[in-house]
Structure formats: C-alpha cells, structure tokens
C-alpha cells in the first residue's frame, strides 16, 4: 500500500466539526488551543458552536478548516497511520503544507485568515461568482467561457473530476456561460455559495498582496511530496511553492491531474484529512481503483483504522 492525505478546502466545514476528536484527544485540544492563540479569538468556539453564517464567512472559514483538518491529521499519526504524499484542494494546500512540515501549523492559521479576507475583499459583493458545471467536457466549457466573455471575464476555476467542472467569474458573463452550457449540453448548472469568483482572474489583485504576506512568515523544503494544486506536479523549494500559493488564488485548481499525478506515481489508497467527504467522491469519479478513507470524527477514524492498519 502506498498512501496519500489529501486535505479538503473551503466548502467543506460545518459547525461541530472536530468536536468528538477535542472532547478524546489531547493533542486536538492543543492543536485548537494554538490556533485561539495565534489568531486572537476563540476559532474553536467558532467550530464546535457556530453561528453556521459567522463560520462560513471565507475570513473564518479557512483557519477553521485548516485547524480541523490539522488535528484529524495528529489523530492519525498518533495511531500510527502516516503518509508518504500529500496534496490539498484550494485552501487544503495549506494543511498539506504544514503536514509536510514546510509551513508552521502557527503561520498557517494566520496566513490563511488573511487569505480569506483578501480574497472577500478583491472583488466588490455581487460583483463575481462561482457555478458547479456538470456533464460538459473541458474543452468544450472553455469554448462556452470564451464566448460568455464579451459580458465580462469568466473561465473555469476548478478541475475537480470529470464531468464535474467550476468557472468563476464576473456575474453577468457567469450567468451568460451557465445558458450557454446547458445549450451544450451540461445536464446541471448550480450557483455556488461563495463570496467571490474564486480561483479566476478577478483575484488577481488578492494574490499580489498575499505574496507580499507570505514573504513576511517562513517557509522551508516540505520533508514529504507534495503536489501543488497550480502545476499538478511536486514542490521541493520554498520559492516553488510561495509561487504556486500566488498563483493558486487566480489560477485553476487541477484536481484532477493532481489524483492523477499520485496515482501515476505509485500512490493507491488515499484518506481525506478533515471534515466532509468532498474529495473522497472527487476521488473515486477520478480512478475506481483505488481505494479511498475519510477521517473527520471517531466512527470514520475507526472505519478507517480499521482497514489501513492491517496493510500498513
């Protein structure tokens, strides 16, 4: 068995996520404890109590997931179970670079609140979106984002699984790309609950200022492989992946050239560290074969443990 965790991004939280793991685990409590600190304000009380609106604003949202998926990731290794790659979805990048220990868990819950609010600032409310495209080919979406783009700027922005594509982009040329597609023939168009066209062009100015940011905290060589999201190839430098990590705010997530790079390269069971099960269905409409685990709370963590332990 050869064994990857892949850490979920934004869109993945939901309020008591990570409760069971701090109320039975010491080293949940300490994660969540660092994360209050280095933050300032109580993110745990935020998980495990909500409000659901407060949790899901994007300056909120990414400590929060990254410290949940951070301390499922401590659950692990402290039964044993480790991996030999690594990648995140988005904002999972993060959590994957911590785990690799190229990113102090520290600098990363500060880093990605700041992210977040980049990110809700760069383009004024109303002013972008997101839409899930699903049954159109990727060629054929790009053609259709090419011709909605007389109305304003819109491409595709995520890559997760084939058939499932997401664009972002200015509001009226999004909604002129979602006709468009289901004349293509997408059997669904689904607005997304998002405060921005994540990962398109309209970020541009969101990640310049990031960059700025990541140049103020440290980074070292990750000490496992690490597939960036950007490139769908491995990162060895600290400057490699300072560029991807900009690059990654108004570029594409390649999700799906990502799985495939793993999988190329020996990787056959996967376990998603964090909550939600999003990338575990991304994952299996990738490759059938192989075999996939999510770990976000006591009965997936024994499901789970239940199967890698014997093989690992």
């Known amino acids: 068995m050869s064994l990857a965790f892949v850490f979920p991004g934004q869109g993945s939280q939901y309020v008591g996520m990570?409760?069971?793991?701090y109320d039975n685990y010491q080293v949940v409590r300490d994660i969540f404890d660092l994360a209050d600190k280095a933050l300032a304000f109580s993110i745990s009380e935020l998980c495990f109590q909500g409000p659901e609106e407060l949790l899901g604003q994007t300056e909120n949202t990414q400590p929060a997931v990254l410290t949940a998926s951070i301390a499922c990731q401590a659950v692990l290794l402290e039964a044993g179970i480790a991996p030999e790659a690594l990648a995140g979805h988005s904002l999972g990048e993060?959590?994957?670079?911590?785990?690799?220990?190229?990113?102090?868990?520290?600098?990363?819950?500060?880093?990605?609140?700041?992210?977040g609010q980049l990110m809700q600032q760069a383009v004024p409310p109303g002013g972008g979106a997101m839409a899930a495209i699903l049954g159109l080919d990727a060629g054929m979406l790009q053609e259709v984002c090419k011709h909605a783009s007389d109305l304003g700027m819109v491409e595709v922005a995520n890559y997760n699984c084939p058939g499932q594509l997401v664009i972002a982009g200015s509001a009226a040329a999004l909604e002129k790309a979602i006709v468009l597609a289901k004349e293509a023939g997408a059997k669904r168009a689904i607005?997304?609950?998002?405060?921005?066209?994540f990962h398109s062009a309209l970020m541009f100015p969101a990640a310049e200022k990031l960059g700025r940011e990541l140049e103020q905290i440290s980074i070292i060589e990750p000490k496992l492989r690490l597939v960036a999201n950007i490139s769908a190839d491995y990162v060895t430098t600290a400057e490699q992946i300072k560029d991807c990590l900009v690059?990654?705010?108004?570029?594409?997530?390649?999700?799906?050239e990502v799985v495939q790079k793993m999988i190329n390269d020996g990787i056959d069971t996967?376990?998603?560290?964090?909550p939600g099960k999003v990338l575990s269905g991304l994952i299996k409409k990738i490759d059938k074969r192989v075999n996939i685990y999510n770990v976000e709370d006591q009965p997936s963590l024994e499901k789970a443990l239940a199967s890698l332990k014997g093989v690992s």
């Open 18 to 21: 990570c409760r069971q793991f």
């Open 94 to 115: 993060y959590s994957a670079l911590v785990a690799a220990g190229a990113l102090s868990f520290s600098d990363a819950v500060q880093i990605v609140r700041k992210r």
């Open 191 to 197: 607005k997304l609950v998002v405060s921005g066209p």
């Open 247 to 256: 690059r990654q705010v108004y570029g594409p997530v390649r999700w799906i």
């Open 270 to 274: 996967f376990v998603e560290v964090g």
